[in-house]
């Protein structure tokens, strides 16, 4: 069994409803020794995020309010030198299964981000897949040249350890 895992696919399409998603594949994976309802609400519960989401790293807001639905947003900075900002949108929710979440601008653009928990023996497998097209040339440089795809890989395994952590009530 796995604790935190990390797997990149070169492309990759989904379809969600009408609309197909392409691009690159980045996913991670953890294992968490919990049942998906639990993970699903720490997952969707505003308050939770800053628990188990690198906070002091990057900057989370659900900016929506009510109830973690169809049509939330969040919007989301980076706390770099250059801070870069973006914002996103639920578009798929499936209680205690997947959330899926469309970036509406910045560096991923287009893109979508998903969080799939799956029923396993041991409790639930939790994924976090980004699929993106990176357009605009200044994106692309920090992305591949300067150490963002490194980051972003660091911030989101950094986020599963620290998810399996608050759930299985160990320290990371």
């Not at 002091?56 to 900002?85: D, K, M, Y």
Request: charged share 30%.
């Amino acid at each position: 069994m796995f604790a935190i895992g990390f797997k990149k696919k070169l492309e990759a399409s989904y379809s969600i409803g009408e609309k197909v998603y392409k691009g690159r594949v980045n996913q991670h994976q953890a294992l968490i020794k919990k049942e998906p309802e639990e993970v699903c609400r720490i997952l969707v519960d505003p308050e939770q995020i800053k628990r188990w989401c690198p906070v002091e790293q990057i900057s989370v807001e659900i900016v929506t309010p009510g109830e973690f639905r169809v049509g939330t947003r969040s919007h989301f900075r980076l706390n770099f030198r250059i801070q870069p900002e973006w914002d996103s949108e639920v578009i798929h929710l499936e209680r205690n299964r997947q959330i899926i979440s469309e970036f509406l601008n910045g560096i991923f653009e287009g893109g979508i981000e998903i969080w799939d928990l799956k029923r396993v023996e041991f409790g639930t497998e939790v994924t976090h897949t980004l699929v993106y097209q990176i357009k605009r040339m200044i994106y692309r440089i920090g992305w591949f040249l300067l150490g963002g795809e490194k980051k972003h890989n660091e911030l989101t395994e950094l986020a599963l350890l620290r998810l399996k952590s608050l759930l299985e009530g160990t320290s990371s």
